[in-house]
Each structure stands twice: as structure tokens, then as C-alpha cells.
């Protein structure tokens, strides 16, 4: 099946720094990726979504100057969490999907998720 | 209200055991229905999909009703290794202002013990 990966897959910043996490397809090309945050024992709750070469759609509450999503390539998409405070510290998961034939446009292939603990 | 509601659990069984989850979903324009299964501080990955027909695929059974927005998965003898958090996904129709976006239900825990 398709593969979706994210780097890092855990990292550890002091509060004000600013962590970068990418989310990758790596054989198929995602028209759409799918930025989720999920807190301890909560929910998985979609923050944004983006497609390639557009401006991220931001779900409400959610603020778009402090969480910048950039999907540059069909390929690859990034968030970075800026000034990060220890309650941005959550599971941050990606997902992608597919548009072209041979992988389901419809179907979203989840990355591993990345572990950020701001202290 | 949560878009799609579950009962948390955690729900402890033997092995063997057979046990029901149960989900409810409030938007009647949702298109699709999934339960996910989510080990402890991984992804989430696909179990199975759901349609009013009922569908089946080897001791689990899923339920969807559409009238009542009401879905339901079915776990038959129970193993150790069933053991993880399984989420109801709600998926809503594509449009203009959508995207097809995936709704989680907060996800219920099932603990298996020997």
C-alpha cells in the first residue's frame, strides 16, 4: 500500500523555538495532505488542509500565522509550529491523498506521526 | 456536541470474548464511515470500512444505520492482540467549502486480557 512518512518522529524544544515537521508521500504523488493533532487520550482533530501549490485551509480555532503549512510539491508538505509553548506539546499526525489512477482518491494514507514536547 | 460520539471504555474482556462498540455520527450529509484501530502513540490505520449492507472481514463485523446515524463494530473471540483503541471516522460528502475530510470520534479503548 501507499506509504506516508514524517520526519522527525519525536523532538524536544524549548518554548519560543520554532519545529519544523515534514510529511512525505513516497510512492504516490498527494494532491491533498491533511495536518491532524491529537492530545493524550483526546481525539485526532484535523488542523488544516492543503493542497499543492495552494494556501492551507485552516479548521477554526486553529491560527495560521502561529502553525505554517507549506505543501510545495505533490510530494511533500511541511508544518512548522512557530514560538512553540509547552501546550503546542501533542502528537501532530499527517495524512495524504492520492489524485491520480492506481491510488484512490478518496483514501487517506496516514504518516507515523511526530511526538512534540515543547518544554 | 461531538460530531461523532463514542463511548471512551475502556472496555477489559478475556479472551475469547466477544464485545460490541458502538458510535453515533450528528451530520446526516456524511458519505462515509470507517473504524480505525490506533496502538498506543502510533498513526491510525484503516480496519475497515462500513456500509448499511453490514460488512464483515473475519471476526469483525461492522453496522452502519443510516436512519438512526448509528455504527457499530463487532469483535468475535477476542485476542490479546485486539487490544488497542479503535476509532469511529466519519467522513463528510466533498463539496465546495469540503474537502472530504475525515471527522474521529474520540475512540474507545478495548483491553484484552489472557
Known amino acids: 500500500g501507499a506509504v506516508v512518512s514524517q520526519h522527525p518522529s519525536w523532538v524536544i524544544c524549548k518554548s519560543g523555538t520554532s519545529v519544523k515537521i515534514e510529511c512525505r508521500s513516497l510512492?504516490?504523488?498527494?494532491?491533498?495532505m491533511f495536518w491532524y493533532r491529537q492530545f493524550p487520550k483526546q481525539s485526532l482533530m484535523l488542523m488544516a488542509t492543503?493542497?499543492?501549490?495552494?494556501?492551507?485551509?485552516?479548521e477554526q480555532g486553529v491560527e495560521k500565522d502561529k502553525f505554517l503549512i507549506n505543501h510545495a510539491s505533490l510530494t511533500l508538505s511541511t508544518l512548522t509550529v512557530t514560538s512553540a509553548h509547552p501546550e503546542d506539546s501533542s502528537f501532530y499526525i499527517c495524512?495524504?491523498?492520492?489524485?491520480?489512477?492506481?491510488?484512490?482518491?478518496?483514501?487517506?494514507?496516514f504518516g507515523p506521526g511526530t511526538r512534540l514536547t515543547v518544554l | 456536541r461531538k460530531e461523532v460520539e463514542q463511548d471512551p471504555g475502556p472496555f477489559n474482556v478475556p479472551e475469547g470474548a466477544t464485545v460490541a462498540f458502538n458510535c453515533t455520527y450528528s451530520?446526516?450529509?456524511?458519505?462515509?464511515f470507517f473504524w480505525y484501530r490506533q496502538d498506543c502513540r502510533k498513526e491510525p490505520k484503516l480496519l475497515m470500512s462500513?456500509?448499511?449492507s453490514g460488512n464483515e472481514d473475519g471476526r469483525f463485523t461492522a453496522q452502519l444505520n443510516r436512519a438512526s446515524q448509528y455504527i457499530s463494530l463487532l469483535i468475535r473471540d477476542s485476542k490479546l492482540s485486539d487490544s488497542a483503541t479503535y476509532l469511529c471516522?466519519?467522513?463528510?460528502?466533498?463539496?465546495?467549502?469540503?474537502?472530504?475530510?475525515?471527522?474521529f470520534g474520540q475512540g474507545t479503548t478495548l483491553q484484552v486480557k489472557p
Open positions: 495524512s495524504a491523498r492520492g489524485g491520480e489512477a492506481g491510488i484512490g482518491t478518496d483514501t487517506q494514507y
Open positions: 510512492d504516490f504523488q498527494a494532491t491533498t
Open positions: 492543503s493542497n499543492e501549490g495552494s494556501k492551507a485551509t485552516y
Open positions: 451530520n446526516s450529509a456524511s458519505q462515509s
Open positions: 462500513v456500509y448499511s
Open positions: 471516522v466519519v467522513k463528510r460528502a466533498r463539496g465546495s467549502s469540503n474537502t472530504g475530510k475525515l471527522i
